[in-house]
């Protein structure tokens, strides 16, 4: 059939290093992106400000972040899209990272979050260009469609093990070297990727 066709073309010799690479990318990419949206109004509440102060927060992370994707959207073209892409999301994962440590003080808060907003938005419109570029047309749709349907385990399970790794006991700072950890390593896989492409 027409669909199966389409997936061993996605994990055909040729083609599965690539899949594999960057299935593996998004997915930890995914885990970081998710942390920060689902974690960033609990832990700003959790600094000592009301939950309303929380979800400005968070909102403003979402504005600059439409900033961010446009910003690599425009850059793409000149910079070269893997390089920008993996730029952006080493730049979520030092933000994350920052973000963690940031004193308790809301000026902070909210430039952390905007930082964290701008590379968090960037790195998912840098991430989902360079999957239209990198299989063949004919197996385009199901290998966006594969590296797009693991990452969704992603989301599911990052609030969760965020909210067992505080209730252990781990605070902001630690919380946030793990998954920020995790788009650095994201963008060390997609550099891989790049390396072997080039």
């Known amino acids: 059939t027409r669909r199966s066709s389409d997936l061993a073309g996605i994990f055909a010799r040729a083609q599965r290093a690539t899949t594999a690479r960057l299935t593996a990318a998004n997915l930890f990419y995914v885990v970081a992106v998710y942390y920060v949206l689902s974690w960033l109004p609990q832990m ?12 400005l927060v968070s909102a403003v992370a979402n504005l600059v972040g439409i900033v961010g994707g446009l910003v690599v959207g425009a850059l793409a073209r000149s910079a070269g899209l893997q390089r920008l892409t993996i730029g952006v999301m080493v730049g979520l994962g030092l933000a994350t990272m920052g973000f963690g440590f940031a004193p308790g003080a809301l000026p902070l808060l909210f430039l952390g979050a905007g930082v964290c907003g701008f590379f ?19 197996s385009r749709a199901s290998g966006t469609g594969f590296v797009i349907g693991v990452g969704r385990v992603g989301s599911a399970i990052a609030p969760l093990l965020a909210g067992w790794l505080f209730a252990a006991g781990l605070g902001r700072a630690e919380v946030s070297v793990a998954f920020g950890g995790c788009a650095l390593l994201a963008g060390g896989i997609l550099a891989l990727e790049r390396g072997r492409s080039s």
């Open 44 to 55: 700003v509440s959790d600094a000592g400000f009301d939950a309303a102060t929380g979800s």
């Open 120 to 138: 968090l938005f960037g790195g998912a419109a840098g991430m989902f260009a360079t999957l239209a570029t990198a299989f063949e047309a004919e």
